[in-house]
């Protein structure tokens, strides 16, 4: 049942009101993403004096390396497990703050805290509580649990790290949707059904969970996004993608090439092949798990 | 009423020419990375020459990191905007050839009537910046070289008495200091730097041919076919038994690690010195890197940053930027600099006051790099490594140690697949360029 909503009568000024917000998104969104698909097709110097067409010479340098494909690997294992530990946490913070009788609002900042610190700050600060020979986190798991935790050779430990440093700041970022959706249910449906008998699991899958899915889904969108594109920084505070290679994903890789090792080319191909992905992902996305999803009418 | 009107003009107009006849010191665009704890130094050097004379005004502007800069600088170029001075790492120095906008420093300061006796610098330092016609690009700026760092108290508790002078003493040294309580016996910052690049120049090995991209663009890595892998292998049987723990790539992760006392030798910068003298809470001492027993080991490979001169701006404004050059190269400023930063002073006559003053008595770890860059003559091989795409290739290399400190891959299997890379980037440096 969607209802659209129609112009056709105004519209000179439905093109007037959008004008500021396409010129924006022009200038800002459109023009370079028309220039990295033009660089993508060229071979350049850092300073712009020389520029070569060489067609699709970049893809292909790309797609014939094997460090391109262990990249795509591990941007799998690292998007799903930063957006589905971020959506998760994000959710049982709502889920308990929302339960809680006092200090709601004590509750509710600490955890939008983390959210307002910078992201290389906060790999920093990561690095140092983790860091094998020095961290404070890392001499705790030696000496009690006996942990042997070592994320600069270890390639397992090395991903759960960045997973754990990139999910920490989205929880908060979840956390604000999740309660303000929460907050929206009439609590008429849950008393009713408290009244029927059905115990707080029971309310919470049949009743909660429908009735949150549109800001579920919305922030599923967001996350893989936010996984895709916007964490470069922490990846290059905490391992710079190795070791090994181990956490190099695909936005590292981009980032590295392009500003620095200063490829312009080989790093613009790389972006346009990452933006396909992520296009069709949320196009998948829209067709197929929007379906479950139940606005209200 | 008019008359006051009149008065007030004739003052405007009087402050007026008066801001003319004393014209403002033309200003001078100095970009440089945050060098951290070290920025005071720099901030000084600057002020001593703007107070020194009235005609200039060096303003400085530090840019963030290494990368930052050079990506500042970019931009600005794309812009015409670009500075005056610039700052560049001395492996971007292929990079920085690209932009066709370099007024090579011995050519400006040639134009602008400074006679400057190049003998009287460090060959060593100054052949890393030269063409292979011996030409000086930049003037160095922030030099330093690798040495060995260890702690003197741990070296007492293990009953070690001097610093280890071979790799094999190396080895042997930190098993000892392990045995007397040190969970790590030696780590590395910049282990690329030390254990490929200066391995390589002290044993007088080549890195890549056309002694490593000096003579051409189309220069190929070599290292994985000398004793390179060798020294790989053996710090992979230290790395298995604890001797050698890696503490992170670059230099940033190694230097707490030290201080903490948890590893009680290090091979680091020399220009660590002061981060040292702030963070360690016990006796360090400092000794030339050691090398292959029965090797006569030739200077090591310096690394650091130099100062650009860039084209593209007035003429009498290159007069300030090579008064300002010949400022910063006077003994008395490449001393105090040196002393302040740790860094290595670019003249023999800088040299020989700061010995004079009597200071490497009282500091002598701040002398081991000297000494070490001026060992042995100099050949093709220990010169400088000239290779473009630098930071790509350093990348993939360090990633390949890795997987050998992490065992997965043997010594000779990771340095030819960081060869195979390596080679990859450079041949992708020279369609850059359009070749």
Redo the contacts between chains.
């Keep these: 049942m969607i209802k659209r909503v129609n112009f056709a009568k105004h519209k000179p000024l439905a093109f007037l009101l959008l004008a500021p917000q396409m010129l924006i998104l022009t200038m800002f969104v459109f023009w370079p993403a028309a220039q990295a698909l033009v660089q993508a097709f060229m071979?350049?110097?850092?300073?712009?004096?020389?520029s070569?067409f060489?067609w699709f010479d970049n893809f292909k340098?790309i797609l014939s390396?094997p460090?391109y494909f262990n990249s795509i690997y591990r941007t799998a294992i690292f998007s799903t497990g930063t957006t589905v530990s971020a959506v998760f946490f994000g959710l049982l913070f709502a889920v308990l703050v929302d339960r809680v009788a006092r200090g709601k609002t004590a509750y509710k900042l600490l955890v939008i805290w983390p959210y307002a610190v910078a992201p290389v700050v906060a790999g920093v600060l990561w690095?140092f509580l983790f860091?094998?020979?020095?961290g404070a986190i890392a001499f705790m798991l030696k000496q009690g649990f006996n942990v042997a935790w070592n994320p600069?050779?270890?390639?397992g430990d090395a991903m759960l790290l960045v997973i754990v440093a990139a999910s920490w700041k989205q929880v908060s970022y979840n956390f604000v949707f999740f309660l303000a959706a929460l907050q929206g249910i009439p609590r008429s449906l849950i008393e009713a059904a408290a009244i029927d008998g059905a115990g707080p699991v029971r309310r919470f899958v049949s009743i909660v969970l429908p009735l949150i899915s549109p800001t579920t889904f919305f922030l599923l969108v967001i996350n893989i996004v936010y996984a895709f594109f916007d964490t470069f920084g922490i990846i290059h505070a905490l391992t710079?993608?190795?070791?090994?290679?181990a956490t190099?994903i695909l936005v590292y890789k981009v980032y590295?090439?392009g500003?620095?090792?200063?490829?312009l080319?080989?790093s613009s191909a790389q972006s346009v092949i990452l933006m396909i992905v992520v296009i069709g992902l949320t196009v998948v996305q829209f067709r197929y798990l929007e379906r479950r999803v139940k606005y209200a009418d | 009423m008019r008359n006051r009107l009149l008065g007030a003009f004739a003052g405007m107009l009087a402050a007026f020419t008066a801001s003319v006849a004393s014209a403002a010191p033309l200003e001078i665009q100095f970009w440089h990375p945050s060098l951290g704890p070290l920025d005071d130094a720099l901030k000084q050097q600057v002020a001593s020459f703007n107070d020194s004379q009235t005609a200039y005004k060096i303003v400085s502007s530090g840019r963030g990191t290494y990368d930052e800069t050079f990506n500042a600088a970019i931009a600005g170029f794309r812009a015409n905007k670009h500075p005056h001075l610039l700052v560049v790492i001395g492996q971007g120095t292929q990079s920085m050839l690209l932009s066709g906008s370099v007024y090579p420093v011995q050519d400006l300061l040639t134009a602008e009537g400074h006679k400057v006796d190049w003998n009287g610098y460090l060959q060593p330092v100054l052949n890393y910046y030269r063409t292979k016609e011996g030409k000086l690009l930049s003037l160095p700026f922030s030099v330093s070289t690798p040495i060995l760092w260890y702690n003197k108290d741990a070296f007492a508790k293990a009953g070690l008495t001097r610093a280890p002078v071979t790799l094999d003493e190396l080895g042997e040294y930190a098993g000892k200091l392990r045995a007397a309580g040190y969970e790590c016996g030696y780590t590395s910052g910049w282990q690329q730097w030390v254990h490929v690049d200066n391995y390589s120049v002290i044993h007088d090995l080549p890195i890549a041919t056309k002694y490593n991209g000096l003579d051409g663009l189309d220069a190929t890595f070599v290292y994985n076919k000398t004793a390179v892998v060798k020294n790989m292998a053996r710090l992979q049987s230290w790395a298995a038994d604890g001797r050698y723990v890696y503490s992170g790539r670059q230099g940033s992760s190694a230097t707490p690690a030290f201080t903490s006392g948890r590893c009680a030798m290090m091979t680091h910068s020399s220009a660590v010195f002061s981060s040292l003298q702030a963070g360690a809470k016990f006796a360090f001492g400092a000794a030339p890197l050691p090398y292959e027993a029965g090797a006569t080991p030739r200077n090591s490979l310096i690394g650091g940053g130099s100062l650009w001169v860039l084209k593209g701006h007035k003429p009498e404004e290159y007069k300030g930027v090579a008064a300002f050059l010949a400022h910063l190269s006077s003994p008395d400023q490449q001393a105090k600099w040196h002393k302040d930063t740790g860094y290595v002073p670019l003249t023999t006559a800088a040299y020989e006051k700061v010995k004079a003053e009597g200071y490497y008595e009282k500091n002598p770890q701040q002398e081991v790099a000297i000494k070490q860059i001026q060992r042995g003559t100099p050949t093709l091989n220990t010169m400088t490594v000239r290779l473009g795409n630098a930071n790509q290739y350093v990348a993939a290399l360090e990633e390949e140690m890795e997987a050998v400190w992490a065992n997965k891959k043997t010594a000779q299997e990771a340095m030819d697949d960081a060869v195979r890379r390596g080679n990859e980037i450079l041949r992708r440096f020279e369609r850059q360029r359009g070749n």
């Excluded at chain 1, 710079?240 to 290679?245: R, Y």
């Design positions: 071979v350049s110097d850092p300073f712009g004096v020389r070569t060489v340098e390396s460090e690095l860091h094998p020979l020095y600069l050779l270890d390639g710079q993608g190795g070791p090994g290679g190099d590295a090439d500003f620095l090792g200063l490829d080319g080989l």
